[in-house]
């Protein structure tokens, strides 16, 4: 099985080079020395052969220095050259990749020391082990916190504390009910089919919980909490006047902001949630689209042997913020990069195991954002590159967030390079030095990548553990308004959300390649 694909330019480049010059040189040395051995068999032969010998070996060492030498300039060249273009490169072979035994992955990956997991990464693992553990701890102290008689809630103020305390005091699960809304617009409702009221329970309450999925202004009055998912597009006024006394606003968002400003209150309406979901890890809960689960740690992990460079995956060519397929096409003038998806030239079904182990083959992997927003990170980092086993090349967030967000030295960000020819020098680099390459997989020993408890995108999944937990989180903002504050931090909401990625701050270029989205109209 060969592995070590061809596209490492530079070693097989000088070969043929190398076998003509010194090499001819060393075969007339040796054809000398036999002639005057044979014609003087004398006294001096002893001395002769020594000299032969001798000479051979030095030749051998000069052989091997210009061998050096010339894989030294070569490599100088390599730099200097204006874009040095992709040969060798190995097309994607139709076949099972699937790792037949340990000689599939790399020996060792090399330990980093100081490598640490920021306080960001630690916070997103806690949130998803609290909700997904659903844990009893603190199921007592929010019971006795609800039978607290003194610190009674009206029902105008607050529909949800009123009802859970109203039924902590009576001890009786009769006549509770907590109803919960989920409005989305066409999209979400046909991905799901909780169109009736469905019911669960929680533990730190008798109260029974029912929630539906829904755009029905009967059923918004007369539920207790109402999750607003991105891009509901209603006429945000007439909800505002609607909206029950005491009635509990939940936000919820997977997407960037970028998707249509239309869908959210406009500044007149300030901030009317009472908390956020959202992937911003400043949201009251901020679970991530995936997380590093510390708890399982990888002593010794393992990677696939690469044959490939680079590849770029994509279904979206035309909707991004900025020239992303176009960026891509100028890379591949420079760089062997294999295209996937809608955008691209290959196919490779996105359900297929195989398909994965594939992407596992390559070097790298182009992870870039179809909007430049702050923290938006996504799947195309944490599992098509990071879970997969390849190097991501990230673009979208700046620098600095995926430093907080991401595990450490896992990632190369386009920000860093001033041009494409430093890109192109340092992928060269890492396509060469191996040890230098692996060690950005040494994170691996740190944590284990897990999706995240991404809320509520399936409907019919898993809705009871997140649905208690966001009313357990709008139950302690109730009683402590100082432990969520994000509604407080952010009285206009349009301006937090719209403010932080707005389609005029979009950067224009990345290192000298202009991106600004080209318009398609042909005159
Ligand atoms: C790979 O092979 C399968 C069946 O052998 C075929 O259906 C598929 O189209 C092939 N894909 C490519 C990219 O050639
Ligand atoms: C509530 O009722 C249950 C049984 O229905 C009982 O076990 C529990 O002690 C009661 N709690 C309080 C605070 O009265
Ligand atoms: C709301 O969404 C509907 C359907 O997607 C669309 O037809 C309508 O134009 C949108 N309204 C606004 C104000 O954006
Ligand atoms: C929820 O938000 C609304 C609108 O800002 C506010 O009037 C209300 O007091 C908030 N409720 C809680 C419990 O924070
Ligand atoms: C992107 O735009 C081009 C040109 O307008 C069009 O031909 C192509 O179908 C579009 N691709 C997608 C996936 O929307
Ligand atoms: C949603 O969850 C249900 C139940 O776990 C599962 O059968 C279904 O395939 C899921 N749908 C999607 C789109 O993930």
């Known amino acids: 099985m060969q592995r070590q694909g061809s596209y490492l330019i530079a070693q097989t480049v000088p070969v043929n080079v190398l076998s003509i010059g010194p090499g001819f040189m060393f075969h007339s040395v040796i054809l000398e020395g036999t002639m005057y051995m044979n014609t003087t068999m004398n006294v001096k032969t002893l001395w002769t052969r020594m000299t032969i010998v001798g000479g051979a ?106 009802k859970l305390q109203d039924s902590a005091l009576r001890n009786s699960s009769t006549d509770c009910v907590i109803k919960i809304l989920q409005m989305c617009r066409e999209s979400c409702l046909q991905r799901t089919s909780k169109h009736f009221w ?35 597009n209603r006429t945000w006024a007439s909800l505002v006047k609607t909206r029950l006394p005491g009635q ?53 992990p393992k990677v696939l042997r690469k044959e490939k460079l680079m590849l770029w995956v994509a279904s979206n060519c035309n909707d991004t913020s900025w020239a992303r397929r176009d960026f891509v096409q100028e890379l591949q003038t420079y760089l062997p990069i294999d295209t996937y998806g809608l955008c691209g030239h290959l196919d490779c079904p996105r359900s297929e195991k195989e398909c994965w182990e594939m992407r596992g083959q390559y070097k790298f992997h182009l992870a870039l954002e179809n909007s430049q927003c702050p923290e938006y990170i996504t799947e195309k980092l944490w599992f098509n590159s990071l879970a997969v086993g390849t190097v991501p090349i990230v673009f979208g967030a700046p620098k600095a967030d995926y430093e907080r967000l991401t595990p450490p030295h896992s990632f ?8 494409v020819q ?15 390459y692996l060690e950005y997989f040494s994170w691996r020993r740190l944590g284990h990548v897990m999706k995240g408890s991404t809320m509520l995108t399936n409907h019919t999944a898993d809705n009871g553990k997140i649905l208690c937990f966001i009313i357990r989180t709008l139950l302690i903002k109730s009683l402590f308004p100082e432990m969520y504050q994000w509604q407080a931090r952010h009285p206009v909401f349009y301006d937090w959300w719209y403010g932080m990625c707005r389609e005029d701050t979009q950067k224009t270029r990345i290192m000298d390649i202009d991106v600004t989205m080209k318009t398609d109209i042909a005159v």
């Open 57 to 162: 070996l030095l030749m051998i060492v000069l052989f091997k220095a210009y061998v050096e030498l010339r894989l030294y300039l070569i490599s100088l060249t390599y730099s200097e050259n204006k874009y040095v273009a992709a040969v060798g490169r190995v097309p994607y072979r139709n076949e099972t990749v699937r790792p037949q035994s340990i000689d599939d992955y790399y020996e060792y990956i090399p330990e980093l020391e100081d490598l640490k997991l920021s306080p960001d990464v630690l916070k997103t693992a806690a949130v998803n082990w609290d909700i997904k553990s659903d844990s009893d701890a603190d199921t007592s102290w929010i019971r006795k916190m609800l039978s607290n008689k003194r610190a009674r809630t009206m029902f105008e103020a607050n529909r949800l504390l009123y």
């Open 412 to 419: 190369i960000h386009l920000d860093d390079f001033k041009t």
């Open 198 to 232: 469905t019911r669960s329970k929680c533990k730190f309450s008798n109260c029974r919980i029912e929630m539906k999925v829904g755009n029905d202004l009967a059923d918004f009055q007369q539920s207790d909490v109402v999750i607003f998912h991105i891009a509901y």
């Open 248 to 300: 509990l606003w939940v936000f919820h968002s997977k997407e960037a902001p970028i998707h249509g400003p239309q869908a959210s209150p406009p500044r007149e309406f300030g901030n009317p949630f009472n908390i956020s979901i959202s992937y911003m890890s400043e949201s009251d809960i901020a679970p991530g689209y995936y997380y590093l689960d510390t708890e399982q740690k990888d002593k010794d």
């Open 422 to 436: 430093e890109f192109i020098d340092y992928i060269h680099l890492l396509d060469r030095d191996q040890q230098k």
